[in-house]
């Protein structure tokens, strides 16, 4: 019988790798993953910033819009007011400048308020029944996503008005009572039932445990806290949270010409922007250095550009009286390095004494959540409620989320914590998670997060970070209509574009192209849209290499 060769190439000749399998010669093999994005996984709320971004970027608005509310009913509230962490974790900060997400979730939101986009209706209705307490952001947050799932919701909420600090503590210049307004009607049509002047006290909690199937816990912080200098029965000593509500109520209390605000976090500067609004002088003195104040960078911008005098690094140590006026005998000080994380210790300056004199002095120096009676029935301590890594309290089928447990005390931070709290809640009573899969942060580790390095900035030119513009001082200090101006359309495009959509491939065919071996194959049946071929790929990296998102990753091959 005739001997048949197949014909092999020189090694000097251009040969297919059709003819030579190369895939014998790999250590590593490439892999299509959708990867984390570093906005993805510093968003609170655990958002698919990429996704929906990339959506916008194709103008497909309503379906952008549809990504934003899978983890988040307020787009156009926290796109106002999130402290936006995902900005500073964005790659393209190290480039040239951060993609300005929280402007273009303000976009979409209020594209959505503008032609009344609504939430779909639950696909399926549960007989099982939970119990919110507390109408501010985690509540609201966690009804929401309980109901999307066809669970029958009960909210009480102790106030006449649900949002919490949402509709009674953010200054409407921040925060429109509109847009505020529609996107909480818009959720509530998905059929949560309301109790509102209902406040639920401890002793009800066995009684609603009978009724309900569960119980979630968002009471949030609402008790002011004050400083020993101050007589709460001064009439001229205000609580930060109070002013506040009873300007947005329209109810706005005399202050005088000299009133001084304690604290140098955001609540602080709310209080003295609303201030400057009606009218007053105001300084604020704060315990921090300007350097370390807790308030965001842009809110301290507007306050200076307002006018409002920061003196920082200082405490009042007395309290006295001046004629008509209180008379603040203060220090200047420095911060004990030493103190457990969140203590503050002031360390006096011998001989910075100063006085300042006020006729109003606003305190703004953090708020407690009112747990009075709670502790006889879940575990409570250091004024907050103790719970697990999935919110749960000690007491069976009572979760708690918020203000009310130890987290950072941020809008965007709350509504994160209603939506865990509300996945937990399903997975109690389901004993296994209802949840599609996705690229979680919880679910990763820090190597699986895309990194700067990751991505191929060759392949993106370099575009400026667009900021959106702010009322001039002289027309925001005569109203409290809102100071920031949202993006257009050309503005949202242009900044949607600059997304590196680090994690997700977008079908660009670079590992197509530039593969020597022709190794990558498309297949419009798969999810990533490309398959390896095992016996031609020689683990090279030239797909990883030129792939300009991180979705492309070298995995080794071990057992060989």
């Not at 029944?129 to 066809?150: D, K």
Request: with cysteine.
């Amino acid at each position: 019988m005739k001997e048949t060769f197949k014909e092999v190439p020189s090694i000097w000749t251009t040969g297919w790798t059709d003819i030579l399998n190369t895939g014998t010669w790999r250590s590593a093999i490439p892999i299509y993953q959708k990867r984390l994005a570093p906005c993805h996984a510093a968003c609170p709320v655990d958002g698919e910033i990429p996704t929906w971004i990339m959506l916008a970027r194709k103008q497909l608005y309503q379906e952008a819009w549809s990504a934003l509310v899978a983890n988040n009913p307020f787009p156009a509230v926290t796109g106002r007011i999130c402290h936006h962490p995902c900005e500073g974790a964005c790659n393209r900060g190290e480039y040239d400048g951060a993609v300005a997400i929280n402007a273009l979730e303000q976009y979409i939101g209020d594209l959505a308020l503008s032609e009344g986009w609504t939430l779909p209706q639950p696909t399926v209705e549960l007989d099982q029944r939970i119990a919110v307490i507390g109408g501010g952001p985690a509540g609201l947050s966690c009804a929401y996503q309980l109901r999307r799932l066809g669970y029958q919701v009960t909210l009480f909420e102790a106030r006449p008005e649900l949002g919490g600090v949402l509709y009674f503590g953010i200054p409407r210049y921040r925060l429109a009572k509109e847009i505020w307004d529609g996107e909480l009607q818009r959720l509530l049509a998905l059929g949560i039932e309301v109790k509102l002047n209902y406040q639920v006290m401890a002793t009800e909690l066995s009684a609603l445990e009978k009724e309900y199937s569960a119980v979630f816990l968002a009471l949030g912080a609402q008790r002011s806290k004050t400083l020993p200098q101050f007589s709460v029965h001064d009439p001229r000593v205000l609580k930060g949270l109070d002013f506040l509500e009873s300007v947005n109520l329209e109810v706005a209390p005399q202050l005088g010409q000299e009133v001084v605000v304690i604290g140098g976090g955001s609540v602080a500067l709310d209080v003295a922007g609303t201030v400057r609004r009606l009218g007053s002088q105001v300084k604020v003195l704060a315990l921090e250095s300007r350097e370390s104040l807790p308030a965001q960078p842009d809110e301290l911008a507007e306050a200076l550009e307002e006018g409002v005098e920061i003196v920082a690094g200082v405490m009042v140590q007395n309290v006295g009286l001046s004629f008509d006026k209180l008379s603040l005998d203060c220090i200047k000080v420095t911060l004990d390095e030493t103190s457990p994380v969140g203590v503050l210790r002031p360390i006096p300056l011998l001989g910075t004494d100063f006085r300042v004199s006020a006729t109003s002095v606003i305190l703004a120096v953090g708020q407690d959540a009112e747990l009075t009676g709670w502790e006889s029935v879940i575990n409570v301590g250091q004024s907050l409620v103790r719970v697990d890594a999935n919110l749960a309290t000690n007491r069976p089928g009572v979760f708690a989320g918020g203000d009310v447990t130890p987290v950072e005390r941020f809008i965007s931070v709350a509504i994160g914590q209603g939506k865990k709290a509300a996945s937990s809640i399903d997975q109690y009573l389901n004993k296994e998670s209802s949840k599609e899969y996705s690229c979680s942060k919880e679910e990763t580790g820090p190597e699986d997060i895309v990194s700067y390095q990751d991505i191929n900035t060759f392949y993106f030119p370099e575009k400026t970070r667009e900021q959106r513009e702010i009322v001039t001082v002289q027309q925001r200090l005569q109203n409290f209509a809102e100071l920031k101006i949202g993006f257009n359309s050309q503005q949202t495009q242009t900044q949607a574009e600059r997304c590196f959509s680090c994690g997700n491939c977008v079908e660009c065919d670079n590992c197509f192209y530039f593969c020597p071996d022709m190794a990558v194959v498309k297949d419009s049946s798969l999810a990533e849209h490309y398959h390896i071929l095992d016996q031609y790929c020689k683990g090279c990296g030239s797909c990883v290499q030129e792939c300009p998102r991180g979705a492309v990753v070298l995995k080794e091959e071990t057992g060989r």
